[in-house]
């Protein structure tokens, strides 16, 4: 059974052992950064601090706040309600190995699975526990206990929320997990980076002429595989609520906002609604950013709010990122697990691919491909560098289809091994992470591959290549039966 909202996955999580409360006041004000970052690294349980204030405001909030709820390689699999990932990926493969029935027996086959998915679709429902106050006139951002996570921060950020606009386009909705800078109680920035679905939205609005304005709905809080959700890179006009329906294996409930023309899920803890607007673009930041640098003052539009519903007694949602690994490591190879079969779809002789938390998602790419024909693995980077969810990982290491990617000490030690430097790399030029702080222009630079794959005769090399060290097995067989009784004092 799917999580029904945010407090049932807290609920599991604190009767497995995987939750730690803090009643005692900690501050908003970087503290909570630094206690939930040393627990992060040491792979401690996710924090409900029950007490947060703020010593500057000189304020105790009324509301608890949930972090590192996805700290974990255990919680993730929690939250996806599966024993291992491996259940996800293969979920993913099988709705995309559906193919059109042929004949009849074919079509009456699929009927199941096909209503299987119309059965994934969201569901409005008519209210829900979000709307158990709603506040149109006297509302007030000063009340969530909204961190300030590093020290040259702009100020304090929300940073797990999900952002919902419609596409003035199309009409259809889009989902995406872009933070938020608190600027007084009834305005915030809206940081969707220049790639992403809802800054689409906005430029089609300007496009189209028709008004300055665009509906946003801000949802924080609801069950974890809809939050999660929120970050995935989704193909543009593919619904993410939807695809929330799909892998919790249950449609998300939906409400219509109050004062904007939206829907959000109608277990969600907290909803701010209100709008953007084309004449109103903001300064936004510094941000301590996932790169472990912070993100430098840009501009972005500002989100206006006009009212706010929540539950009686909302738990604040929130999460830090910086310096790897943290929470949104777990979150990207989520990602990675998900979007493997996409990529496999469209590239079938890569075998499997990883991106390591130091490469902080698009930095650094390690993709085990079955070669067959001279200059395959170049073939693969391109691909990779044209794919919507890829498209701006800054270095692809392609290696042979016998290295264990998921091993970033193997893959060095191969890959160092197999190239010629001059010979093997290959740079490209386009667009680039909003983040890149070092590439000749925002949002254009270059990119690296290597092909650190065996070189073949046919690709011009004419040395032999030798073969990798492995033992006997007949000897390590043996080794194993007196290893036991010898004592060398090494398990
Ligand atoms: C914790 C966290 C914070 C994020 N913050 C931002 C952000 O501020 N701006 C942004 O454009 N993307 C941010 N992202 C990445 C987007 O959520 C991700 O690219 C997502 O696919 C966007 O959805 P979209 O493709 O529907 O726009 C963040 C991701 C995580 C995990
Ligand atoms: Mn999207």
């Not at 197999?418 to 254009?444: K, Y």
Request: one cysteine or more; glycine letters at 8%.
């Amino acid at each position: 059974m799917a999580y029904t909202d945010l407090r049932d996955f807290v609920a599991r999580l604190e009767r497995e052992g995987e939750l730690k409360r803090v009643a005692a006041e900690v501050d908003v004000d970087l503290e909570i950064t630094e206690l939930t970052d040393r627990v992060t690294k040491a792979g401690g349980p996710a924090l409900l601090f029950e007490r947060p204030c703020s010593a500057r405001d000189g304020v105790t909030y009324a509301m608890p706040l949930l972090i590192n709820m996805l700290g974990t390689k255990r919680r993730l699999e929690m939250a996806l309600d599966v024993t291992s990932l491996g259940e996800v990926t293969q979920r993913m493969e099988e709705l995309l190995e559906m193919k059109p029935p042929e004949g009849l027996i074919e079509k009456l086959k699929l009927l199941p699975k096909l209503s299987e998915i119309g059965s994934f679709f969201p569901k409005t429902v008519r209210s829900g526990p979000v709307k158990e106050v709603i506040e149109r006139e006297n509302f007030s951002l000063a009340r969530l206990p909204v961190m300030w996570c590093w020290p040259q921060d702009g100020g304090r950020f929300i940073t797990f929320p999900m952002v919902v606009t419609r596409s003035p386009r199309s009409g259809r909705r889009n989902v995406g997990c872009y933070r938020m800078q608190v600027y007084d109680e009834r305005t915030t920035g809206m940081h969707w980076q220049v790639h992403k679905g809802g800054a689409e939205h906005f430029r089609w609005l300007e496009r189209q002429g028709k008004g300055r304005r665009m509906d946003v709905a801000v949802a924080l809080g609801a069950d974890p595989v809809t939050m999660l959700a929120g970050v995935l890179p989704l193909p543009e006009d593919l619904d993410e609520f939807l695809f929330a329906g799909f892998l919790r294996q249950q449609p998300v409930e939906l409400v219509k906002c109050e004062t904007v023309d939206l829907e959000v899920p109608a277990q969600s803890e907290i909803v701010l609604e209100g709008y953007v607007d084309l004449d109103d673009i903001r300064p936004e930041g510094p941000f301590g950013d996932h790169t472990g640098y912070y993100s430098l003052t840009d501009n972005f539009p500002a989100f206006h709010v006009t009212c706010i519903t929540h539950r009686r007694d909302p738990i604040y949602v929130s999460t830090v990122v910086g310096r790897p690994p943290m929470e949104d490591y777990w979150m990207g190879y989520a990602v990675e697990r998900l979007f493997l079969p996409l990529m496999r779809k469209q590239i079938p002789e890569i075998v499997d691919m990883h991106m390591p938390p130091e490469g902080v998602f698009h930095n650094l790419m390690f993709v085990a491909i079955r070669k067959s024909y001279p200059g395959h693995a170049r073939k693969v980077m391109n691909g990779i560098w044209g794919l919507p969810g890829a498209m701006f990982t800054k270095c692809i290491v392609v290696v042979d289809h016998d290295v264990n990617v998921q091993d970033s000490g193997e893959v060095a030690w191969k890959a160092l091994n197999h190239i010629d430097p001059e010979r093997d790399i290959q740079f490209t030029l386009g667009p680039v992470d909003q983040l890149e702080h070092a590439s000749r222009l925002p949002n254009f630079g270059s990119k690296m591959g290597i092909d650190a794959t065996r070189k073949w005769p046919t690709e011009g090399f004419a040395r032999p290549w030798p073969d990798e060290i492995v033992m006997d097995p007949r000897v390590k067989r043996k080794v194993d039966e007196i290893w036991a009784s010898r004592g060398l004092g090494v398990k």
